[in-house]
């Protein structure tokens, strides 16, 4: 009788473990951190962050670095103070990952923002998923081609006019496992000179991406409003 219960116990408190054991693998989801545009906050992530809360999603597994000035847009670019809130961020979620592996979502000059600091760092394998949206990958027309009508740092040497010195390097490297953008014809901002595309191809695409969505939304609807699109892609 002795010999039965104990081994009923034993099963018991094996199968107990092995719940635990799953659930505990379970919730190991990769850190997500998410980085705003050019003169954005935070804050302009709600919708993307409230998506993940209803997915599971832990409140300090989500990190959302500010960074760059909000007064001077114009003064911003890729080189310097703007990148030590992202860097610090992309560094301590992949440091507190359960998985070891985090995903990036970008909007605007957050895409490229990002991009820069996970290839400065060499964390490429480190990314899962990298999500871009409404990026300028390829450049704006609006800053001009370089070195051609870079009037500010924004579009300057470390900035987003055409071919600029800081795009062509970034060009072809790899960011992530995957990599996806979210991209509009209705960009006020990618598109504002009348077109989207930069040699043929629209500047929000990725080089080495593995799928693009198109949606109607303007620059900063993108962000807003394809949340759901945005936390599926990290699955």
Same mark, same amino acid.
């Given at each position: ?5 104990? &081994?009923?116990?034993? @099963? ?11 659930? +505990?693998?379970?919730? /190991? =989801?990769?850190?997500?951190?998410? +980085?705003?545009?050019? !003169?954005?906050?935070?804050?302009? *992530? ?7 809360? #209803? ?7 989500? %990190? ?7 007064? /001077? ?7 310097? =103070? ?6 610090? @961020? ?39 998923a990298f999500v871009?949206?409404?990026?300028? %990958?390829?450049?704006? *027309?609006?800053?001009? !081609? %370089?070195? $051609?009508?870079?009037?500010? #740092?924004? /579009? ?7 071919? &600029?010195? $800081?795009?062509? *390097?970034?060009?072809?490297?790899? =960011?992530?496992?995957?990599?996806y953008s979210i991209?509009?014809? @209705?960009?006020?901002?990618? /598109? ?20 693009? $969505? ?5 620059? $900063? ?5 394809? @949340?759901?699109?945005?936390? &599926?892609?990290?699955?």
């Amino acid at each position: 009788m002795k010999s039965l219960v104990r &081994s009923t116990l034993g @099963a018991l408190c094996l199968a107990v473990l092995s719940v635990f054991s799953h659930s +505990v693998i379970a919730q /190991c =989801i990769d850190n997500v951190v998410l +980085v705003h545009g050019n !003169a954005g906050s935070p804050s302009d *992530w709600s919708n993307t962050y409230n998506e993940l809360r #209803s997915n599971g999603y832990q409140s300090n597994q989500i %990190y959302r670095p500010n960074w760059g000035s909000k007064t /001077c847009a114009a003064c911003n670019n890729h080189s310097g =103070i703007e990148e030590i809130p992202v860097r610090d @961020a992309i560094l301590s979620a992949i440091n507190n990952s359960c998985s070891g592996k985090i995903d990036v979502i970008g909007h605007s000059m957050g895409v490229t923002l990002a991009a820069k600091v996970i290839i400065e760092e060499g964390e490429t394998a480190n990314v899962d998923a990298f999500v871009g949206i409404a990026g300028a %990958y390829r450049g704006l *027309w609006s800053c001009g !081609a %370089y070195p $051609f009508n870079v009037a500010t #740092s924004t /579009c300057g040497i470390n900035g987003l006019s055409i071919s &600029s010195p $800081f795009l062509d *390097w970034l060009y072809g490297k790899k =960011i992530g496992n995957r990599v996806y953008s979210i991209k509009s014809y @209705a960009d006020q901002i990618v /598109c504002v000179t009348g077109t989207c595309l930069v040699y043929g191809k629209h500047s929000s695409q990725i080089s080495g991406e593995a799928a693009s $969505f198109t949606y109607t939304y303007g620059h $900063f609807g993108l962000q807003k409003y394809t @949340a759901g699109k945005q936390v &599926s892609l990290l699955d």
